[in-house]
């Protein structure tokens, strides 16, 4: 099963369990679900979270209980500016400087609280959070399919700011957990050399540490990238070898 097929299989079935939250549809999005703010708690017990002094998050809406949490705890926060479209490709939220820590990290509300700053500025990263509309038990993570996520950390790897030590995880709903016999899916997931594979999936019910075999990029797949996509990003206009 190709990735757009296990896609449109989780979006269908949280759906029609009806555990799929606003925004509707959950389709062509990371879907927010029942549950996220129990997610979210769960994530702040964990020791990876707890020694994490500044987090890059992804904007969307089951990630945002966590991205308050953060704030709330005294981290800075750092959010991509939407699909990457400005040379200072970050929001940075440093809770110090907030008078609305609740409204701040919404994405709606983000640009008119925080600072956007070039990804030098962001300096190192202690945790990456991610969204994803699927995920395995061993870490391999299907995202909505424009591939942003994993070029965020892309660019951040090629200026050191992560590297294979730096902790990933994600929130999803059990549904969203595939790749087993009772998952939705109980193929294989194909995972691509771009692909980010997540270090900790943490569910409403359960935190898994993954132990994931798969690689990280350790830069930017600059070949496999078109010249036109390039040119449409200026993080990666500046940066590429060509």
């Not at 879907?31 to 904007?59: I, L, Q």
């Not at 400005?86 to 110090?96: S, T």
Request: aromatic share 6%; with cysteine; hydrophobic share 40%.
């Amino acid at each position: 099963m190709d990735k757009q097929a296990i896609r449109d299989r989780v979006w269908d079935a949280l759906e029609a369990d009806g555990v799929a939250r606003f925004p509707f549809p959950p389709h062509d999005r990371i879907p927010n679900f029942a549950g996220a703010d129990a997610a979210a708690e769960r994530v702040t017990e964990t020791a990876v979270w707890t020694a994490a002094e500044t987090v890059k998050a992804n904007p969307d809406s089951p990630q945002l209980p966590l991205r308050r949490a953060a704030l709330r705890a005294g981290k800075t926060v750092y959010m991509a500016v939407p699909r990457l479209r400005d040379e200072k490709c970050f929001y940075e939220l440093d809770p110090a400087r907030l008078d609305d820590i609740e409204a701040a990290p919404a994405v709606s509300n983000v640009a008119d609280y925080a600072r956007q700053v070039g990804p030098e500025t962001v300096g190192e990263v202690d945790l990456v959070v991610s969204g994803s509309v699927a995920v395995t038990e061993d870490g391999a993570r299907i995202g909505k399919g424009e591939g942003y996520s994993d070029l965020e950390y892309a660019v951040l790897s090629e200026l050191g700011l992560v590297d294979d030590e730096t902790p990933i995880l994600t929130t999803v709903h059990e549904l969203q957990v595939v790749g087993g016999p009772d998952g939705v899916v109980d193929t294989e997931v194909p995972v691509d050399a771009h692909d980010v594979p997540m270090d900790y999936v943490v569910t409403p019910e359960r935190t898994v540490e993954t132990e994931t075999p798969y690689a990280r990029p350790t830069g930017v797949d600059w070949g496999a990238l078109p010249p036109e996509r390039i040119e449409e990003i200026p993080v990666l206009a500046a940066r590429s070898p060509e």
